[in-house]
């Protein structure tokens, strides 16, 4: 019977780990820059402003 590798086991759920927070911090970083477009538009720069 084969010896299970743990250590390939482990480095897998790192890697999921890793993969899914970097899903997650996309989302957010995507609904901030949503959120950011919708307000910017708001703020147009005045001819008086120069």
């Not at 609904?31 to 708001?42: F, G, N």
Request: hydrophobic share 20%.
């Amino acid at each position: 019977m084969a010896k299970p590798n743990y250590s390939y086991e482990k480095r897998q759920r790192e890697i999921a780990k890793k993969k899914q927070q970097e899903e997650k911090d996309a989302r957010k970083r995507e609904a901030r820059e949503a959120a950011q477009a919708t307000t910017d538009p708001a703020k147009k720069p005045s001819p008086d402003d120069r």
